[in-house]
């Protein structure tokens, strides 16, 4: 099992450029999620799908958005990139949401000129 | 809104001395996680504490939780250099039935000398 994948690893945009960050997990889960890791700041929810079909806003979700295209596969795509969405994108899936970890992918490293 | 804080955010300390972790969290939630991040890389799952007194151990890392003082800890027994690390607890929401994702604290930057 390859767990969580993300593509790309790494990222450089001009401001106002727009891109899709591509996730998928391979354990059957329901859920899935994408953070972002800023210094200092610990992990920041963007937006999560609490199983296939549905998606719902996380704690900073201006200037994203995301589609649930299957089971597997959960993308996050920012449609004019500004410097302050530099960071590093994390996505995760878990069983079914509580009770059980998250499973975290290995990251993509953005940064917006 | 659920916050979650930890302290001490940095930490460092010599090898074979033990040292805890706190992380406190703001309202309900029964269910507290802790990861572990090495530099330039992926979290990992260390622990999940699912109920008031809970307490799991591997290796010379030990968590517990009390979900009436809304605290959980992470105790380092004899640390070793291959410890060093950042570490983060995390809480969900109750009311969300736990599937709207994780709350995360800042991180505990731990730093092992030999």
């Known amino acids: 099992n390859a767990g969580v994948t993300q593509t790309p690893k790494f990222q450089v945009l001009k401001t106002g450029q727009s891109m899709t960050l591509q996730c998928a997990q391979d354990?059957?889960?329901?859920?899935m999620y994408w953070y972002r890791q800023d210094p200092g700041m610990g992990l920041r929810l963007i937006y999560y799908?609490?199983?296939?079909?549905?998606?719902d806003k996380g704690e900073v979700p201006n200037g994203y958005n995301v589609s649930r295209l299957n089971k597997r596969e959960f993308s996050l795509r920012l449609e004019s990139a500004a410097p302050s969405q530099t960071s590093v994108y994390f996505c995760?899936?878990?069983?079914?949401?509580?009770?059980?970890?998250?499973?975290f992918g290995p990251g993509t490293r953005l940064t917006v000129t | 809104e659920l916050k979650v804080e930890q302290n001490p955010l940095f930490l460092s300390m010599q090898e074979g001395k033990n040292y805890t972790i706190y992380c406190n969290y703001s309202?309900?939630?029964?269910?507290l996680y802790w990861y572990r991040q090495d530099p330039g890389k992926s979290l990992e799952s260390l622990f999940v504490?699912?109920?008031?007194?809970a307490v799991k151990q591997e290796g010379r890392l030990m968590a517990s939780l009390d979900t009436k003082a809304r605290l959980s800890t992470l105790h380092i027994t004899a640390a070793v250099h291959d410890l060093s690390a950042t570490y983060f607890c995390?809480?969900?929401?109750?009311?969300?039935?736990?599937?709207?994702?994780?709350?995360f604290g800042k991180g505990t930057h731990l730093i092992i000398q030999p």
């Open positions: 309202t309900t939630s029964d269910r």
């Open positions: 995760a899936s878990s069983e079914a949401g509580g009770f059980y970890e998250q499973y």
């Open positions: 799908s609490a199983s296939e079909g549905t998606t």
């Open positions: 354990m059957n889960h329901n859920s």
């Open positions: 504490l699912l109920s008031n007194g």
């Open positions: 995390a809480a969900d929401s109750t009311s969300g039935g736990g599937a709207d994702g994780l709350t």
